[in-house]
């Protein structure tokens, strides 16, 4: 079977990959490392130098910001499972993430550029592979974030006015005139823009899984959620000083290895506890976790309740409704008999 991943250079993504190799079932699985700039991946390509003989792999050039991108790795995937070169799809990872701060930035389409990389081209990632899932036991799996919710106490005092994210349309998240630039000049209007992305993957979870179990054949795949905390990693990168050197290259390394050992689930955890949880909510199954567990969200690895604006249902018919429109899915493209 396939594992995919995408955001396979990132810190997170690059633990992911050497937990895989490292694990024998896992590292018999081919591999396919999809990251923004494939030849300038050095931390993926020295991860993956270590790998055994047994682990066949490809690392593709994926920018998620360009649904033509998303489209080209999904077709050639597609192809590849169809003519039987790779086995079909068991775990699709959906890892990698945008944030910026203080700045913003567009699309070519005219999309806010954190809605696109975190949420909207994964949608469309997602609709396409369909085609080339285990339709038994194949799971997708989304990396969320405590900060989806702005309720969350993890996520400080945030302003009445940012408490609810969607009202009665998507406009002004996808078009980034929600906690824009211009509404506030410190670093938490691309904070929050970050939130609202990823509460656009958790209502994805819903509502793919809903689409998911009407499917006459699709049925059988899951899709689930993974909180993985926060730990040391390049994220950060577009942030403010205080938070790119002193937080995370700083305070968290110090304390997560202590953090975590204190309270396993708690806001900041290492990598290694992380990746092992991402790939607990890929393949593992027990007491918390069935051997399909759809439209579940997991903080690490203990089942949580979604937020009540991510299980809304008329919010998340209206995100789906018009993430179709914004990605001009058309007939043919995916697998998902209801993907209108």
């Known amino acids: 079977m396939t594992i995919v991943l995408t955001g396979a250079n990132g810190g997170l993504g690059v633990s992911i990959v050497s937990n895989i190799i490292l694990t024998p079932e896992l590292a018999v699985r081919h591999g396919v490392y999809t990251a923004r700039n494939a030849n300038a991946a050095t931390a993926l390509h020295g991860a993956l130098k270590v790998a055994p003989a047994s682990h066949s792999h490809e690392v ?65 990632l997602t609709l396409m592979l369909l085609l080339s899932m285990d339709r038994e036991m194949g799971r997708i799996v989304v990396l969320s974030s405590w900060t989806y919710d702005p309720n969350d106490k993890r996520s400080g005092l945030i302003p009445e006015q940012w408490k609810t994210i969607f009202q009665d349309s998507t406009e002004p998240i996808a078009r980034g005139t929600w906690s824009s630039s211009s509404d506030d000049p410190s670093w938490r209007v691309g904070f929050r823009r970050y939130g609202a ?51 995370y290259q700083i305070i ?20 290694a506890k992380a990746s092992e949880d991402v790939l607990h909510a890929a393949f593992g199954c027990g007491p918390q976790l069935s051997e399909r567990p759809q439209g ?12 009540a604006e991510a299980k809304d249902v008329k919010k998340r018919d209206m995100l789906w409704r018009d993430s179709v429109r914004y990605a001009q899915l058309e007939e043919g493209e995916t697998a998902l008999v209801d993907w209108r």
């Open 296 to 307: 579940l969200y997991l903080d690490g690895k203990v089942p949580r309740e979604m937020s």
């Open 60 to 124: 593709r050039s994926l920018d998620l910001s360009r649904l033509a991108d998303v489209r080209k790795v999904a077709t050639a995937v597609n192809a590849r499972v169809a003519a039987g070169e790779i086995p079909p799809i068991r775990a699709l990872i959906l890892n990698a993430g945008y944030v910026e701060y203080s700045t913003q930035h567009w699309t070519e389409d005219g999309l806010d550029m954190s809605f696109v990389s975190n949420y909207l081209g994964h949608w469309l």
């Open 252 to 271: 968290i390394p110090a304390l997560a290895g202590l953090m975590t050992w204190l309270q396993p689930n708690g806001t900041f955890r290492t990598q």
């Open 197 to 247: 992305s990823k509460l656009c993957l958790v209502m994805m979870i819903g509502e793919l899984q809903r689409r998911l179990c009407g499917d006459p054949i699709l049925s059988g795949i899951s899709i689930l959620g993974v909180d993985p905390g926060a730990f040391s990693s390049d994220v950060a990168r577009r942030s403010p000083w205080p938070i790119r050197i002193l937080l």
